[in-house]
Every structure is written in C-alpha cells, then in structure tokens.
C-alpha cells in the first residue's frame, strides 16, 4: 500500500494549531505525520513530535524553502527534532553532511523547484535525470516528487521518476481525489502527502479533519486492493 503522510500543514506553512489537530486523529491508523518548521515555534515542533513518537509513528519534516541558508538551518531543525523522514530541499551537497551519523531518511526534491508555495519545473527527461543523479548519491534514501504541481502528464511522470530513481518515491502537493491516489499507487509510488486538503475539508465536503484522515487512509488502502486484483 501507498503510505499516506499527513502533513500537518496548509500553504507550505504548519498550521497554528497543529498540536489540537493531531489530538484529532491520534486514534486513528496513520503511521507517518509531518510538519514543515515554518509556521509555529520551535518548541510546539518538539511536543508534536514528542507525541507523535510516543503513539509509536514516524516523525516526517518537509523543507519548502529553496534559500540555501534557510534549508540548511530545516536540515539543522530536523536533526535536533530527531525527525525519522526529512523531505524536500534542493542542497543535497550541503545537507548530507549535517545528518552524517544520524538515522534520518533524506528524499529531496529532483527538478528545478520554484516558489512558496513550490511548484516543479521541467521535462520529464530532465526532472528523471534530476531524480536519477540524486538517488546515485550516498546518503540519498528515496525522493519528494512535486508531480501535482507540475503542468504535464502526471501519470507519465511519476512513471519515469519511479523507474529512474530505483527507490522510494513519495509524491507530495496537491492530492485531493481518489484517482490522485490510485495515480500514485499504480505507477509505483511509496507514499503520498496531504495537507491542506484535510484543512479546507476537500476529501469530505462537510466532514471533520479526523473524518478527511480517515478517508485518506481508506482510499490509500483501496488502491492497493484494486492495485493488486
């Protein structure tokens, strides 16, 4: 099954309220929640992931800045956080070196990434040759693929990422459907983010955040049902 990561975020920013929202949802079956270090202080960050950890899930941050020193000073953040999975970033040069010897997983960006919130430029030779490279590198454990905010064919896309990264893909931005999540899961994706969609209560129109979760969580495992009959 595709993993699905909530993302405790809207507009490439942690919601304000992060910690009463993942409250919310603490009974649910997700096994990956995330945040970005934008948003809200460092120490709401710390007991977020403090009670993430203690219900027995991962910890995710997401970098969104494409400002050198504001992604390295994420990369320190999500060190001392003491994150499971660090997505997102376009230095892995200067970043492998500030998680040498820790357990952290890195998947940044491939392609040229732009704007906040970011959006993915490219062909998609060129964002595969991008993930390609990447993944070659030591250090390098999977990739965060912005493919719905790229303005092509999507399924394509995913497809050649997959193939030429040879590891795990998550796609992230911007899923709101159930053939979003089918996409992904078919052409060979790890995972799959959701943010702000549980926030402006798109996935249930009317329902409540844990409701929006929960539907996440069942539409992740129908597609691997119909994925695999």
């Known amino acids: 099954m595709a993993e699905f990561l909530f993302m405790l975020t809207k507009d490439d920013a942690t919601v304000s309220d ?29 007991e977020l992931a403090r009670r993430i950890r203690a219900d027995g899930r991962k910890v995710v941050l997401e970098i ?3 400002d050198t020193a504001a992604e390295l000073a994420s990369v320190r953040a999500g060190v001392d956080l003491g ?12 970043a492998l070196p500030l998680m040498k010897d820790t ?46 905010r790229w303005d092509g064919d999507v399924p394509a896309l995913i497809s050649a990422v997959v193939r030429a990264s040879l590891g795990p893909i998550v796609v992230a931005g911007s899923i ?15 995972g799959f983010t959701i943010g702000g969609a549980v ?22 495992s129908a597609a691997q049902v119909g994925h695999n009959s």
Do not use: N
């Open 103 to 148: 357990p952290i997983r890195y998947f940044p960006f491939p392609g040229q990434i732009l704007g906040h919130p970011s959006v993915l430029k490219g062909t998609i030779e060129s964002i595969a040759e991008s993930a390609r490279e990447l993944k070659s590198r030591p250090g390098v454990a999977g990739l965060d693929l912005l493919a719905y």
């Open 18 to 46: 992060c910690l009463d929202v993942y409250d919310q949802v603490r009974d649910t079956d997700l096994r990956w929640v995330g945040f970005k270090d934008i948003g809200v202080p460092t120490e709401t960050l710390r």
């Open 176 to 190: 709101v459907t159930s053939d979003q999540i089918r996409i992904v899961t078919d052409r060979g994706a790890w």
């Open 64 to 66: 969104v800045s494409t």
């Open 199 to 220: 926030f402006d209560r798109l996935l249930v129109p009317g329902g409540s955040l844990r409701d929006q979760v929960a539907w996440a969580l069942a539409e992740a």
């Open 83 to 94: 994150v499971d999975l660090l997505m997102g970033g376009t230095q892995p040069d200067a």
